[in-house]
């Protein structure tokens, strides 16, 4: 089975700096797609950014990037440039690649606070 | 494109009794998947289903069960409440069952049990 931690339970920034979130997974499938879904007070769970785990290169969505070490098997979220609306608790998650049969696995989440 | 819808968006019932929640993917996806969300345990996987058929499925009693519509639409049922299933039920609907189907979800629906 796997399994998804996040050590941080809870992380505030200052407006416009940067920080970065850890996530380490435990997994023996070499085929499989890590991912961060931020959510905000609201409630709705948005995908922030998708990594393949055979592609070497890190995601990047705009602001949004993760540091992907497959052998070291952690995903960290890094956030630059954060703004007030990045408030919300954020979720590292696995999904392993079996067409058919794949779930989310998420982790205990992470609640950041950017502060004005 | 409407994003995924869920009703009702909050629910009381007491225990012993049964509840229903419905989701309504985003238009043209065919998976639906559900999840609970509790301080307790986290965001757990449920069960996702694909035209009209469970694919997968969570650890959970069989007091939870759910269904899908020929139109996407996907139903999920508890039976015989228990106050540890008060939770926000998420669901969660993709194009595919191919893992690189984005998932998106909806809002949720708060269940509160007393």
């Known amino acids: 089975a796997q399994t998804v931690t996040q050590s941080q339970p809870e992380m505030s920034v200052q407006e416009a700096e940067t920080v970065t979130l850890s996530c380490t997974y435990d997994t023996s499938e070499s085929n499989y797609y890590l991912f961060w879904y931020k959510q905000p007070p609201s409630r709705q769970m948005i995908l922030v950014i998708r990594q393949e785990a055979y592609k070497q290169q890190n995601a990047t969505e705009n602001r949004f990037s993760v540091n992907f070490q497959k052998a070291a098997k952690s995903f960290s979220l890094k956030i630059s440039d954060s703004q007030l609306g990045d408030t919300a608790m954020y979720f590292c998650?696995?999904?392993?690649?079996?067409?058919?049969?794949?779930?989310?696995?998420f982790g205990t989440g992470t609640r950041l606070t950017i502060i004005p | 494109k409407a994003g995924v819808t869920q009703t009702p968006r909050y629910l009381i019932k007491t225990r012993g009794q049964q509840v229903t929640l419905s989701c309504s993917p985003i238009?043209?996806?065919?998976?639906v998947s559900w999840y609970q969300q509790t301080p307790g345990q986290g965001l757990q996987f449920l069960f996702e289903?694909?035209?009209?058929?469970?694919?997968n499925k969570g650890n959970f009693p069989g007091r939870f069960s759910g269904r899908q519509f020929s139109n996407s639409r996907s139903e999920m049922n508890v039976s015989t409440l228990e106050l540890g299933d008060s939770a926000l039920y998420l669901c969660?609907?993709?194009?595919?069952?191919?893992?690189?189907?984005?998932?998106?979800f909806g809002p949720g629906t708060r269940l509160t049990v007393l």
């Open positions: 969660a609907s993709r194009t595919t069952l191919a893992a690189q189907s984005k998932q998106f």
């Open positions: 998650a696995f999904m392993k690649h079996n067409f058919g049969n794949e779930k989310l696995t």
């Open positions: 289903y694909f035209s009209e058929t469970q694919r």
């Open positions: 238009s043209g996806h065919r998976s």
